[in-house]
């Protein structure tokens, strides 16, 4: 019992670590810039490098981070999050991104590109 507790302790102690690193991933990762070398080199930090040249530029800058949800699976995380992204129009959109994290000596990595999907809240 009391292994399942440190366990989930520690669990609860890696959410709050995983929220923020990819708060900064995200912030660094939708900054407008339409240029794929520009893009990896400023998100380089975050990622894994062999998921890295999979990472596109795009238009649209983060406007909010929410958190939706964090699962864990084995030594991976898997998580999501409801984000507000604005073009150079000026039009923002909700989308949900969904992406997966891995520690790795003692630093967090995202492993994936993240997939958007279109969200509202309560449909």
Do not use: C, H
Not at 97 to 119: D, H, L, N
Request: glycine share 2%; proline share 2%.
């Amino acid at each position: 019992m009391s292994e399942q507790l440190n366990n989930l302790e520690k669990q609860v102690q890696q959410q709050a670590k995983i929220d923020t690193f990819s708060r900064f991933f995200l912030s660094n990762y939708y900054t407008g810039t339409k240029e794929d070398d520009k893009v990896q080199e400023k998100i380089k930090r975050f990622v894994d490098k062999e998921t890295l040249k999979e990472f596109r530029g795009t238009e649209e800058k983060i406007k909010s981070i929410l958190p939706w949800e964090v699962k864990r699976d084995g030594s991976t995380w898997q998580v999501s999050y409801v984000i507000n992204l604005q073009n150079n129009q000026e039009k923002t959109t909700t989308q949900k991104v969904t992406f997966s994290i891995k520690e790795e000596e003692k630093q967090y990595r995202v492993m994936t590109v993240p997939k958007e999907e279109p969200f509202e809240i309560n449909q």
